[in-house]
């Protein structure tokens, strides 16, 4: 049973000139990273949140982006294609590599190898350690939206813009399924439930999809979760609930065992954002839920 939630916003967080499309968690569990329209790379941390800390800027939009702790590197994808390996320690070793003909939309690490997914349909696998392209190819014909990674079962699941999710094997790249249809428009979000069990998906549908990993990723509930195109899924770090963020500008809290709505975090009633809320990260510090929008703020929200 899911005890009666309440929900407190911490701070919000205004330095960014633009909207803001990423969230990641970057060298210490007290700190993250944010970027968007501007370009910036900005560096915040929960116990003095405001201001951030400038730690790199791009000369064009960033739709992804990525920390690979192991080797004190950030990752950002950009709306044109551009693969940026910034290197931290020594910034003059930055790389800028343009191997996506459209916009990067979700970049993942496995390992020493890192993943990016392209506005093309291009899949690419990259080497860490030598930053280096290893293999590329089409996976469809139109946009690769969002991936996610069960070690358990050493998959990659991709959701695109054909309405498809791809299920990938995570060492080889063979397909192992195809789930078309999988969404009535294109699939936005993608996540593998902690215990690798299910696998759920938000589309630009609006719905909000669970399939069950153990028979064949049949669908085990459907519903209209949201107003419009669902951004983003996140798991709670220790709670057995789910955060889901919309272009209808709210965050949704859901059950992870029910899979039943439990909490909306709305615009006027919870000093909620003003536009479509496009990313989300919940931290192991103190539990906070972080969410971005296009109305240029990053929000910090304690769950309670």
């Given at each position: 049973m899911i005890p009666s939630?309440?929900?407190?916003?911490?701070?919000?967080?205004?330095?960014?000139?633009?909207?803001?499309?990423?969230?990641?968690?970057?060298?210490?569990?007290?700190?993250?990273?944010?970027?968007?329209?501007?370009?910036?790379?900005?560096?915040?941390?929960?116990?003095?949140?405001?201001?951030?800390?400038?730690?790199?800027?791009?000369?064009?939009?960033?739709?992804?982006?990525?920390?690979?702790?192991?080797?004190?590197?950030?990752?950002?994808?950009?709306?044109?294609?551009?693969?940026?390996?910034?290197?931290?320690?020594?910034?003059?070793?930055?790389?800028?590599?343009?191997?996506?003909?459209?916009?990067?939309?979700?970049?993942?690490?496995?390992?020493?190898?890192?993943?990016?997914?392209?506005?093309?349909?291009?899949?690419?696998?990259?080497?860490?350690?030598?930053?280096?392209?290893?293999e590329s190819f089409h996976l469809s014909n139109k946009s690769l939206r969002c991936m996610a990674y069960s070690q358990k079962r050493n998959e990659l699941a991709i959701g695109s813009s054909d309405q498809s999710i791809y299920i990938l094997n995570a060492q080889t790249l063979q397909?192992?399924?195809?789930?078309?249809?999988?969404?009535?428009?294109?699939?936005?979000?993608?996540?593998?439930?902690?215990?690798?069990?299910?696998?759920?998906?938000?589309?630009?549908?609006?719905?909000?999809?669970?399939?069950?990993?153990?028979?064949?990723?049949?669908?085990v509930s459907a519903q209209p979760a949201h107003w419009y195109t669902i951004n983003d899924i996140v798991f709670h770090p220790k709670a057995p609930i789910f955060a889901t963020a919309s272009r209808d500008k709210t965050i949704k809290i859901w059950s992870l065992e029910s899979f039943k709505l439990l909490k909306v975090i709305e615009t006027v009633r919870d000093q909620g954002h003003l536009n479509s809320v496009n990313r989300l990260y919940w931290s192991t510090h103190n539990n906070y839920l972080v969410s971005c929008s296009d109305d240029r703020s990053i929000a910090i929200w304690h769950i309670i």
């Open positions: 939630i309440n929900i407190e916003k911490f701070a919000t967080l205004t330095g960014h000139n633009s909207s803001v499309f990423c969230l990641c968690p970057y060298d210490s569990p007290a700190n993250f990273l944010s970027a968007g329209g501007d370009g910036w790379i900005v560096a915040w941390n929960f116990n003095k949140p405001d201001p951030g800390r400038l730690i790199a800027k791009i000369d064009t939009q960033i739709f992804s982006l990525c920390y690979l702790s192991h080797k004190h590197l950030i990752v950002a994808g950009n709306m044109n294609g551009g693969v940026h390996w910034i290197d931290i320690r020594n910034p003059e070793n930055t790389l800028n590599i343009q191997n996506h003909q459209k916009g990067v939309f979700s970049i993942i690490n496995i390992g020493n190898s890192l993943f990016t997914a392209g506005g093309e349909g291009l899949l690419t696998k990259w080497d860490v350690p030598q930053q280096k392209r290893l397909i192992k399924k195809r789930l078309s249809d999988a969404h009535n428009n294109s699939v936005f979000s993608i996540r593998y439930t902690p215990d690798d069990r299910y696998l759920i998906s938000g589309g630009r549908d609006a719905y909000l999809r669970v399939r069950d990993t153990q028979n064949g990723f049949d669908e």
